[in-house]
């Protein structure tokens, strides 16, 4: 019994990788006031970016590198249509989504020829798990020894990335100038722009750093979860983490925990896999895989109160003439 | 001695218009100095220029005799130049400090900056006596405190020239006096203050000097000393006008309309409205007053049907209106009851339609604009254009956007809508607010002909000089409820401040003992 809760608790660290990284991602953008809807796209664009550098390059850091590049630079289309052009933020989000989707698979066609896919990566060309010192020897050991080495051991170093960004987060939100003219300029833009701050050099800057983390998820997904890259690889998770974002009001902590419920639910979809109850009968895995976003919709409809979210969010930021 | 700040020739153009021409002031240090002028005389323009929000067309800015180049709000703030804008500049759910420091946090991490921030707040705070709680956080603060935050900013960063755009607007007449009290500490620390606004009893109570806009140009200086209300209202509009209204004694008649115990709860299920109670009788002017956001808004909206009550009653027409029994905004209309919106921008005009188009706004269904199938422009026009011609709205273009016209002209399209279809009562809202002198006086006056044609109004506004020159009989609003009721020849704005502020029977108590 303990040994499978380590068990679904080592996927639900995997799975919820990409969620923290993307709603973290999130967490910037719409603090600044910036929706981001096209959270999926970056992480698809960046998975595809990064698993082509890989095999062209058979490093997974290159790969990793160009992730981030591509998702950068999808962040920065979004700033230049929301922030430099006022333009509305769902659209641009959606319109990213979608162009990523088609030319993902359009350009690994003609890369690659391999049916949308990328060549499967191997070696250096992926990141590869980190085993702890002594971890085999812990093993051994009850409880603590299995924790160590099958829980907290064994993951490659994205995952750990992952867990140490929430509180870098935390501390840049709540305790750097950055953090607190992000924070103000989701609020309320006009009070940043009479303190004599630009409005949009900030917005851009949080947007570069939702660019970084969506980059940090996709290459997550096609180098290290997996082994290359498949077409709508990244199948939801960008809106997944913008649910977990809304649960988790905003805030870091919950936003983590939010992202470990989701990635828990989804561990425990995999293991229900042909499990028949008895009673009921086979479980169909959709039953389960709904179940984050079945959570979302009730819990906010009314267990954990109003999700208030930033007050100046979408809405473009126009100096006015008084 | 130089002067604090000094403008030369400054222009600015929008396009077609020319917001500022020519403008030259001299501000010597350490007096309160007040610009007045009519809404669109350009003086938010004007300091929107000194805060580096604008940069002017021509001409250029002198502080302390030293030409400086303002071209952002932080060559502004540089400069020395702090500005209380008229909507505070706040983010409402940080705390006092954070929103001091903003801008200003003193290093990348936060820790440092705001232990100093902390302490030089207290020495502000204990200097100008602008007592306050550092961590308070802003939006659970009354907005006489909320406007003390931002002079507390400006302050912080070392402000010697302290600009206040309509600081007055949002505030009592009490917690107004304590601005200037505040203004005047100020000045005795050598600060220099600009206080825009354009009510002239705050002029004439608290400034050293003052200069008159119009038009965008600056049309005089005084010594405030040496010069009278009337003096400055005639330099505002260029002609003389009365500051009050022409009426004769109400002949109230029978009650036209009449509500009791109306309650309303928001969506939070706080009680906005609090068993309000009124009769509005044929032949009189009932004014509402309070501070704005102390159920008047609610109080139109249920009265003209856009939002139902909770509980209560309303009788009119010889219909009852109940929560179980509502009746909606066109359904009150048909009964002939008329709704000025308090905000013509959101409720009472679609800003992109042509003025014939907003002007049947409301009664569009009419028989009299609607053929068989398709709506009776050549009607519509005309009819535009007579009303345009007798209300005096300019440009008299039926085919100018509602947007284009000036605040005045746009709220005679919305008044003459509503007025020229005859109604038994007319509820209004904030009639004359962003409307200059010459419209208020006409606007004033076609209210007073309505009610001596027999008609019921019932005016809301936050103007106690409007609510006083035009009611007959006054309510005044307390947080959703009626606090007190007096005849108008018994008002004073004394007495209805304090009721505003609900301290009247404090102090008459606090008399008797």
């Known amino acids: 019994m303990f040994e499978t809760l380590i068990l679904m608790l080592d996927a639900t660290m995997r799975v919820s990788t990409p969620l923290i990284f993307a709603a973290l991602a999130g967490l910037y953008s719409e603090r600044a006031g910036i929706v981001d809807i096209g959270l999926e796209g970056k992480i698809l664009g960046s998975a595809f970016a990064a698993a082509a550098a890989a095999a062209v390059f058979g490093s997974a850091w290159i790969g990793l590198c160009f992730g981030i590049l591509a998702s950068v630079g999808l962040a920065m289309i979004h700033g230049f249509a929301c922030i430099t052009h006022r333009g509305d933020h769902i659209v641009s989000g959606v319109a990213i989504n979608t162009i990523v989707a088609g030319l993902t698979v359009t350009l690994s066609m003609h890369w690659f020829g391999m049916g949308g896919q990328t060549p499967a990566l191997v070696g250096d060309a992926r990141f590869l798990d980190i085993t702890f010192p002594f971890a085999d020897a812990m093993e051994s050991v009850p409880i603590i020894g299995q924790i160590y080495s099958n829980l907290l051991s064994g993951h490659n170093i994205l995952v750990y990335l992952a867990f140490i960004m929430v509180p870098v987060t935390y501390w840049v939100i709540y305790k750097t100038r950055f953090g607190l003219r992000l924070r103000a300029v989701g609020e309320n833009p006009h009070a940043v722009d009479t303190a004599g701050i630009s409005v949009s050099f900030i917005r851009y800057r949080a947007l570069i750093i939702c660019g970084i983390l969506c980059g940090l998820a996709g290459a997550y997904l096609s180098t290290a979860h997996n082994a290359g890259f498949l077409k709508d690889m990244s199948a939801g998770k960008g809106y997944m983490a913008l649910a977990a974002l809304i649960f988790g009001k905003w805030r870091p902590v919950p936003v983590l925990l939010a992202c470990l419920l989701f990635g828990f639910l989804d561990a425990v979809a995999v293991r229900m896999q042909g499990v028949v109850i008895p009673g009921i009968g086979e479980v169909p895995v959709q039953a389960i895989e709904v179940l984050p976003y079945v959570l979302t919709v009730l819990l906010l409809a009314g267990f954990i109160g109003k999700a208030i979210g930033p007050k100046a969010i979408g809405r473009p930021y126009v100096k006015e003439r008084a | ?310 509980e209560g009653e309303i009788h009119f027409a010889g219909q009852v209106i109940t929560a179980k029994a509502p009746k909606d905004a066109a359904q009150m209309r048909d009964l002939k009851m008329a709704h000025v919106p308090e905000d013509r921008h959101k409720m009472g005009l679609v800003t992109g339609f042509e003025a014939y188009e907003a002007a049947v706004l409301g009664y569009h269904n009419s028989p009299v604009y609607n053929g068989k199938i398709l709506m009776n422009r050549k009607v519509m026009l005309d009819e535009c254009n007579e009303r345009m011609a007798a209300w005096d709205v300019r440009p008299p273009n039926p085919h100018l956007k509602t947007a284009n016209f000036s605040g005045g002209n746009q709220q005679k399209i919305v008044i003459a809508r509503e007025v020229e279809q005859n109604p038994e009562v007319l509820l209004i809202g904030q009639p004359t607010r962003g409307v200059d002198i010459g419209a208020i006086e006409n606007i004033h006056e076609q209210i007073v002909k309505l009610r001596d044609s027999g008609k019921a109004i019932l005016l809301v506004s936050v103007e106690l000089d409007e609510i006083m020159a035009l009611s007959d009989r006054i309510i005044v609003m307390f947080d959703g409820a009626v606090v007190g009721e007096l005849d108008a020849k018994d008002a004073d704005e004394r007495t209805l401040g304090l009721m505003m502020a609900n301290a009247y029977n404090e102090e008459q108590e606090g008399v008797s003992a």
């Open chain 2, 1 to 310: 001695m130089p002067y604090a700040i000094e403008l030369r020739d400054i222009s600015k153009r929008f396009g077609a218009v020319q917001a500022n021409k020519d403008i030259c002031l001299q501000v010597p240090a350490g007096t309160i100095h007040g610009i007045i002028g009519e809404n669109g005389a350009g003086k938010s323009t004007l300091m929107s220029i000194i805060y580096g929000f604008y940069e002017a067309d021509t001409g250029h800015i002198e502080v302390d005799g030293k030409r400086v180049d303002i071209r952002s709000s932080q060559d502004a703030i540089n400069a020395g130049i702090g500005m209380v804008h008229q909507h505070f500049m706040l983010v409402e759910n940080f705390s006092v400090l954070e929103n001091v420091i903003l801008g200003a946090e003193g290093g990348a991490v936060l820790k440092n900056g705001i232990g100093a921030a902390r302490i030089e707040l207290q020495r502000l705070a204990h200097e100008y006596s602008l007592d306050i709680d550092v961590d308070a956080i802003v939006e659970e603060l009354p907005v006489g405190l909320q406007q003390r935050v931002e002079i507390l900013k400006a302050l912080y960063r070392g402000a010697r020239i302290l600009i206040l755009d309509e600081p007055t607007g949002v505030l009592t007449p009490q917690e107004a006096d304590h601005l200037f009290r505040i203004l005047k500490a100020l000045k005795d620390q050598g600060v220099t203050v600009l206080l825009i606004t354009h009510k002239l009893r705050e002029i004439m109570a608290s400034t050293d000097n003052v200069s008159v806009m119009r038009q965008g140009e600056m049309v005089a200086h005084r010594e405030t000393a040496h010069t009278s209300k009337e003096d400055l209202a005639e330099l505002m509009v260029g002609k003389k006008v009365r500051l009050t209204v022409d009426k004769d004694e109400a002949q109230p008649s029978e009650v036209l309309l009449s509500a009791q115990n109306l309650s309303q709860f928001d969506s939070q299920g706080v009680k906005r409205l609090k068993n309000v109670s009124l009769e509005l009788r044929a032949g009189e002017i009932l004014g509402i007053a309070g501070v704005s956001g102390n159920g008047q808004s609610e109080l139109l909206n249920v009265l003209s049907g856009i939002t139902s009550m909770d």
